[in-house]
């Protein structure tokens, strides 16, 4: 199989995949709605924070990918392992790396929080 004979049946499952949860939302928000709630109740982070994530995620793999093509041009391993193994394990790091950026804002929200509470009382 080439790559354009594989590409077409992924990007049919991901378009079919796609409709499905965009009917789904929309069946919670007009369900909000008839409630008379906040579709805001929906909304578990901020949208900087995923825009954050996925960021370091594309910048992690992209990392990968070039040092697994280092790896194979250098032939210190072979190509799928390289490749597969840098792209996880950098993708994986960049994760890491978001998980602790953003706790370190959740400390430092809350002693912000802390602090304001004993200047009032």
């Keep these: 199989?080439?790559?354009?004979?594989?590409?077409?049946?992924?990007?049919l499952f991901a378009m079919i995949a796609l409709i499905v949860y965009i009917q789904a939302r929309k069946k919670i928000h007009l369900t909000l709605i008839q409630h008379g709630k906040d579709a805001?109740?929906?909304k578990?982070?901020?949208?900087?924070?995923?825009?954050?994530?996925?960021?370091?995620l594309m910048v992690g793999i992209s990392l990968g990918i070039l040092i697994g093509?280092?790896?194979?041009?250098k032939k210190y391993m072979a190509e799928e392992p390289a490749y597969?193994?840098?792209?996880?394990?950098c993708g994986g790091v960049s994760l890491i790396l978001?998980?602790?950026?953003?706790?370190?804002?959740a400390k430092k929200t809350k002693t912000d929080e802390?602090?304001?509470d004993e200047e009032i009382f």
């Design 1 to 11: 199989m080439t790559s354009v004979e594989i590409l077409v049946p992924i990007s």
């Design 69 to 73: 093509n280092i790896l194979v041009a």
């Design 98 to 105: 978001y998980y602790f950026l953003i706790n370190r804002e």
């Design 84 to 89: 597969f193994s840098m792209i996880l394990i």
């Design 40 to 42: 805001k109740l929906l």
């Design 44 to 56: 578990t982070e901020k949208d900087a924070n995923i825009s954050l994530k996925i960021g370091l």
């Design 114 to 116: 802390n602090k304001t």
